[in-house]
């Protein structure tokens, strides 16, 4: 079964900077997509950012266009999400994901993602 584990998080002032990682092992079947979520306290998750795997495009959230990358190693086996010019309302649990879903290339949608994380923290501070 596949299992992916998130590493990166913690507290930082506004402007600052953190590196997200995410192992991942144990999948069998096809993966399309890598991507990172985020969920704000009593809200929903919603999608940050996510990598095609057929094709390395990679998609972003209006919210952190510019600000942040994501990015994974030659073997397929790490994630990353590098955040810059960090903003207090990017204050979340951070989750990784895969898809199995073919048609998962674009924005990151939830409901494609099957596979997921248990989250880190990430804290801006003002």
């Known amino acids: 079964q596949e299992q992916l584990v998130e590493s990166g998080g913690g507290s930082v002032e506004a402007g600052g900077s953190l590196r997200l990682s995410c192992v991942t092992s144990g999948y069998t079947g096809r993966r399309y997509c890598l991507g990172w979520f985020r969920q704000f306290p009593a809200k929903e998750r919603w999608g940050v950012a996510s990598?095609?795997?057929?094709?390395?495009?990679?998609y972003y959230a209006d919210a952190v266009e510019g600000r942040f990358t994501i990015s994974q190693d030659n073997a397929g086996n790490m994630l990353y999400l590098q955040m810059d010019s960090l903003k207090p309302e990017d204050t979340a649990m951070y989750y990784c994901?895969?898809?199995?879903?073919?048609?998962?290339?674009?924005?990151?949608?939830?409901?494609?993602?099957?596979?997921w994380g248990q989250g880190t923290q990430v804290t801006v501070s003002s």
């Open positions: 990598i095609s795997l057929a094709s390395s495009r990679t």
């Open positions: 994901a895969a898809s199995s879903d073919e048609h998962c290339a674009g924005y990151p949608l939830r409901g494609q993602f099957g596979y």
